[in-house]
């Protein structure tokens, strides 16, 4: 069964909200990484960095690197569900593999799914 508008409306709002919540995640990232970046160029301590500490300073740094290109994936499966809705709605909420209608509870559970399981 095709999306009714008032669905449509409440996806887009779903998209857009997640969208803000993506891009302030990479924000925070990016803001980390330039402040991480300055204090390793700077020796802003007259103590050296115990090792065990740059150890964990370091998991954090690839933790935030995967979590940046995670949220960088998700980032663009959205844009791309919102160029579907605003640009192709015949093709937003279409299985992208059988061509049937995705149910609307997957779709408000993750509204820039692009196939039916």
């Known amino acids: ?21 993506v891009a302030d995640a990479l924000a925070r990232y990016d803001r ?3 402040e991480t970046l300055q204090q390793e160029s700077g020796d802003l301590s007259a103590f050296h960095v115990h090792l065990a500490d740059q150890g964990t300073d370091t998991a954090d740094q690839e933790l935030d690197a995967v979590n940046a290109a995670r949220e960088t994936a998700q980032l663009a ?17 279409r299985c992208e593999r059988s061509g049937k209608p995705i149910p609307f509870e997957r779709l408000d559970l993750v509204p820039w799914a692009r196939t039916c399981d």
Request: aromatic residues 4%; charged residues 40%.
């Open 1 to 21: 069964m095709a999306l009714t508008a008032t669905q449509r409306k409440h996806l887009e709002a779903r998209l857009l909200e997640e969208r803000t919540r």
């Open 32 to 34: 980390a990484t330039r």
């Open 77 to 93: 499966e959205i844009d791309a569900a919102l160029e579907r809705l605003y640009k192709r709605p015949d093709e937003y909420g």
